[in-house]
C-alpha cells in the first residue's frame, strides 16, 4: 500500500508542481522575513525555554488551570483522546446546541474530532479556508500550517460546486467569494465557537492565537460559548516565552514577517454571559515530557517548517509523509499520540539529510530522533543477521563483498558500470548506472604501497576509509593517503577497522550499532595518532557524534568514544589546516584554474557542521575557481540504502540535483561524500552528461602532481 501511495504521489503533476514551487519560494521567503534577526538566538531561547516548561510541565498545567478559572475560564484537563471528545460533546450538549464553528485546531484532527461529533448529530463547520477545503473533500490536512497545498482550483471549484449547490468556475477570487459567503452563515448561526491555540501562558491564564484569514476572532467572539482545545505542551510560563514563540512562527510558518491577526483571549468578565471551557489535551503529552530520550520533541511550536524543506515531503506529499501531524516532527510524534502501528511505514521514509534540523525554530533533533524511534519498530525478517552477523564480522562481510565482485560482472557495460540489474533488482538502476565494485579493495592495495618518508615530527593521522570507498572507489582512497602525504602528514591504515555501524543505526538496529562503535574505538585508540581522518561525511558523523551517544552510559567506552571523536575530522578539515598564508606557486608559475561547482553533503554540513573548510581547499589546494550551483546543500537521494529501499523517491530527489548541476555549465563537481559520488555520477552518465564527479582528495592530489 506504501509504494502505490508513493507512486501515485509521484506521478500528482499538480501536487508535485505546488510542493515544488513552494519549496523553490519558500527559502526567499524566510531569509527576508529574518532579515536583522538573529534565529539561531531566538530558537536557542525558545529551545531552552520549551525544554524548562517541559521538565516541570505537570506544575505549569496546575498553575494555568488555576490563572485561567480565576479568569473566568473552566478548564477540563482530558487524559485521552476519548475523554477531550466526551467532554467538548458535553459542553455542546449542556447548550442545547447542535452546530460548532472551528478555526483551526490541529488537535482536533487529532483526536478526530469531526467524525465523533458528526456521529452523535453534531455538525462541524471549519472555518479556515485550507481545512474547510479538506472537510468538504473529506481528507486530513497535507501540512499543519497550509492543510489543502495538495488541492488545484478545479479540485476546490468542484467542492465547492457540490457543496453551495450552483456551478463554480475555477477562478480563485470567484472562488474566495463563495467560501467567504458560505461562511459567513456559519459564523453567524453558530451555536458554540471553537479554536485551538498556539501558546498559553501560565502566570495569567491567557492564550495566543496567530491566523492570516480572522476566521479565529469571529469564532471565538460571535457564539456565546468557546471552547479552546489546547494541547498541554502549549503552556509556557508567561508571556516574554510567548512573545519569542509569537515572533518566530509566521516568519519559520510561512515566510511572513507578522500574522494578519493576533488575538490574545482569557476567561470572559464577572456578569458576562458568554463562557470560555478550555480542554487540556494530554494524550501522552505529560509522559512524553518524562522521557529524556525523546522529550525534545514537544519543544515543537507546530510551524511546519521540517515539511518545508524536506526533500521527501517534497516529492510524495504530506498524505504520505506523515499521520496526522506531517513533515518531520510529524513522524516522530505519531508513535506517541497514535501509536506505533501507525508510525512504522513513515519513520522508514526519512532520508536523514538534517534539513528539518536546520530550520527548526526550537533546537530538536528531529532526524536524530526518528533514526533513535526506528529501535522501536519491527523489523524485517533477516535484518537482524544481516546487521548482526554478516557486518560485526569483519571477515565475513569483505569475502561477501568480494563474491560479489565476482556476481556482478555478467551486468557490467563496456566501460565498466552496472546499467541493469536482474528481475527486481532492476528498480535500483533505474535512470542511473552504478559503480562496480572494486577487483582489488583499498585494504588490499595499501597493504602493497610504498610508504614515503614522512617529515620530520609529522603529525599521524589514522586513515578511516568507510566501507564504500574502501570497496567500491579504493582510487579516492589512495588519493586521500597521497594528497595528506603532499601535505606533510604521515598516514597509516589501520586494517581491522569495520563498518562505522551507521546502515545498522538507521535500520533501527541500535546493539548492533553500539557494538560496531566499540569495535571500531577499540581499533583506533590502539595506536597513537593526532588525528583520525574519513572521506565519508556520514562515517565522520557516525564516529564524531553517534559513537559518544550510543555509549554515553557506558562506563568504559563513554569516555574513550568522545576522546576518538575530539580527535576524527573530515578530509577537508584536516587538509584545510595545512593551507599557508600565500600558497606557492606551482613551477613554470601559476597555472589556469580549473572551474568547479561544489554538492554540500548532508551529514557534512549539517550533521558535522563543515561547509566552509571544503570550498578554502578546492580554492586554494586544487586551484579552483568554485560556482555556486542552486541549493548547493540540498540533499542528492542517496541516503545510504534509502536509495535501495525507495528508488522511486531517490531518483526523484536526485533529478532536481542534475537539474542545478547542468544549470552551472561546469564540467567538474567536487563531492566530500563517496556516496554522494556514486548517486549524482550514475544519474549524469545515465543522462548523457560528461560532467565529471570528483571527491575533494582527488583534485587536490592532481592538483599536487
Known amino acids: 500500500m506504501a509504494d502505490k501511495r508513493i507512486n501515485t504521489n509521484i506521478n500528482n503533476t499538480f501536487l508535485r508542481k505546488a510542493l515544488k514551487n513552494f519549496a523553490t519560494a519558500y527559502p526567499i521567503a524566510r531569509a527576508k522575513a529574518f532579515e536583522g534577526i538573529d534565529f539561531a538566538a531566538l530558537r536557542h531561547r525558545i529551545a531552552v525555554s520549551k525544554l524548562a516548561g517541559l521538565q516541570r510541565l505537570p506544575e505549569l498545567i496546575a498553575q494555568f488551570t488555576a490563572s485561567a478559572e480565576k479568569s473566568g475560564a473552566i478548564v477540563h484537563f482530558c487524559r485521552t483522546p476519548e475523554d477531550a471528545n466526551r467532554t467538548i460533546h458535553a459542553i455542546i450538549q449542556s447548550k442545547n446546541a447542535d452546530f460548532l464553528v472551528k478555526s483551526k485546531a490541529m488537535t482536533s484532527e487529532e483526536i478526530e474530532l469531526n467524525h465523533y461529533l458528526e456521529a452523535r448529530g453534531v455538525r462541524c463547520l471549519e472555518t479556515d479556508l485550507g481545512e474547510w477545503i479538506i472537510q468538504l473533500a473529506g481528507e486530513r490536512p497535507s501540512h499543519m500550517v497550509m492543510p489543502a497545498i495538495h488541492k488545484n482550483k478545479e479540485e476546490v471549484a468542484e467542492l465547492f460546486s457540490a457543496e453551495i449547490g450552483q456551478e463554480c468556475p475555477a477562478e480563485i477570487p470567484f472562488l474566495v467569494e463563495a467560501a467567504r459567503n458560505a461562511l459567513r452563515r456559519g459564523f453567524l448561526s453558530g451555536q458554540v465557537g471553537m479554536s485551538g491555540a498556539n501558546v498559553a501562558m501560565a502566570d495569567s491564564g491567557a492564550m495566543a492565537i496567530l491566523t492570516n484569514e480572522g476566521n479565529a476572532r469571529l469564532v471565538t467572539t460571535l457564539p456565546k460559548t468557546h471552547i479552546a482545545l489546547i494541547g498541554v505542551e502549549k503552556i509556557v510560563p508567561s508571556l516574554d516565552e510567548a512573545l519569542d514563540i509569537i515572533d518566530v512562527l509566521p516568519k519559520n510558518a510561512?515566510?511572513?514577517?507578522?500574522?494578519?491577526?493576533?488575538?490574545?483571549?482569557?476567561?470572559?468578565t464577572v456578569g458576562d454571559d458568554r463562557e470560555l471551557h478550555i480542554v487540556l489535551l494530554d494524550n501522552g503529552r505529560t509522559d512524553l515530557a518524562a522521557n529524556p530520550d525523546f522529550q525534545a520533541a514537544l519543544q515543537c511550536?507546530?510551524?511546519?517548517?521540517?515539511?518545508?524543506?524536506?526533500?521527501?515531503y517534497e516529492i510524495v506529499g504530506g498524505h504520505v509523509f506523515g499521520h496526522i501531524y506531517v513533515g518531520g516532527i510529524g513522524l516522530v510524534l505519531t508513535p506517541f499520540f497514535h501509536g506505533f502501528d501507525k508510525?512504522?511505514?513513515?519513520?522508514?521514509?526519512?532520508?536523514?539529510?538534517?534539513?528539518?534540523?536546520?530550520?527548526?525554530?526550537?533546537?530538536?533533533?528531529i532526524e536524530g530522533l526518528i533514526v533513535d524511534l526506528r529501535d522501536k519498530i519491527r523489523k524485517p525478517f533477516g535484518q537482524k543477521f544481516m546487521f548482526g552477523t554478516m557486518m560485526k564480522n569483519r571477515k565475513l562481510f569483505?569475502?561477501?563483498?568480494?563474491?560479489?565482485?565476482?556476481?556482478?560482472?555478467?551486468?557490467?557495460?563496456?566501460?565498466?558500470?552496472?546499467?541493469?540489474?536482474?528481475?527486481i533488482l532492476n528498480r535500483e538502476t533505474a535512470n542511473r548506472s552504478l559503480p562496480p565494485i572494486a577487483e582489488i579493495p583499498f585494504r588490499d592495495l595499501i597493504l602493497k604501497r610504498k610508504v614515503l618518508p614522512a617529515p620530520a615530527k609529522a603529525e599521524k593521522v589514522l586513515f578511516y576509509s568507510g566501507c564504500l570507498a574502501d570497496?567500491?572507489?579504493?582510487?579516492?582512497?589512495?588519493?586521500?593517503?597521497?594528497?595528506?602525504?603532499?601535505?606533510?602528514?604521515?598516514?597509516?591504515?589501520?586494517?581491522?577497522?569495520?563498518?562505522?555501524?551507521i546502515p545498522a543505526r538507521y535500520s533501527g538496529e541500535m546493539d548492533v550499532a553500539r557494538e560496531m562503535a566499540k569495535l571500531n574505538i577499540d581499533v583506533l585508540l590502539k595506536e597513537e595518532a593526532d588525528f583520525v581522518v574519513t572521506i565519508c561525511p556520514t562515517c565522520t558523523m557516525s564516529i564524531t557524534h553517534d559513537f559518544v551517544k550510543l555509549l554515553a552510559d557506558d562506563p568504559l567506552y563513554a569516555e574513550r568514544s568522545k576522546r576518538l571523536a575530539a580527535k576524527t575530522l573530515n578530509y577537508s578539515e584536516l587538509a584545510a589546516r595545512k593551507i599557508p598564508p600565500s600558497p606557492p606557486l606551482s613551477k613554470g608559475g601559476e597555472t589556469a584554474k580549473q572551474v568547479v561547482t561544489y554538492h554540500d553533503a548532508c551529514h557534512l554540513k549539517r550533521g558535522c557542521g563543515v561547509f566552509e573548510e571544503p570550498r578554502q581547499v578546492l580554492r586554494e589546494l586544487a586551484n579552483?575557481?568554485?560556482?555556486?550551483?542552486?541549493?548547493?546543500?540540498?540533499?542528492?537521494?542517496?541516503g545510504g540504502s534509502y536509495s535501495i529501499k525507495y528508488p522511486e523517491i531517490s531518483q526523484e530527489v536526485l533529478k532536481n540535483k542534475l537539474a542545478n548541476i547542468n544549470e552551472t555549465g561546469v564540467g567538474i563537481l567536487a563531492v566530500d561524500c563517496p556516496g554522494c559520488k556514486l548517486q549524482i555520477e550514475g544519474g549524469l552518465e545515465a543522462s548523457g552528461s560528461k560532467v565529471r564527479v570528483e571527491h575533494t582528495a582527488t583534485l587536490v592530489r592532481e592538483r599536487m602532481e
Open 254 to 268: 510561512t515566510g511572513q514577517k507578522l500574522t494578519s491577526y493576533l488575538s490574545f483571549i482569557k476567561g470572559p
Open 301 to 312: 511550536v507546530k510551524c511546519g517548517a521540517c515539511a518545508n524543506v524536506c526533500p521527501i
Open 343 to 365: 508510525a512504522e511505514e513513515i519513520l522508514k521514509l526519512c532520508i536523514g539529510c538534517r534539513k528539518c534540523n536546520e530550520v527548526c525554530a526550537a533546537e530538536i533533533d
Open 398 to 423: 569483505h569475502t561477501a563483498l568480494r563474491a560479489a565482485y565476482l556476481a556482478q560482472k555478467p551486468f557490467q557495460s563496456a566501460c565498466g558500470r552496472i546499467r541493469h540489474l536482474p528481475l
Open 471 to 501: 570497496f567500491v572507489y579504493p582510487e579516492m582512497c589512495s588519493d586521500t593517503v597521497e594528497s595528506l602525504e603532499k601535505l606533510g602528514y604521515s598516514v597509516a591504515f589501520p586494517q581491522e577497522q569495520s563498518c562505522c555501524g
Open 624 to 638: 579552483a575557481e568554485i560556482q555556486e550551483m542552486s541549493d548547493c546543500d540540498k540533499c542528492c537521494g542517496f
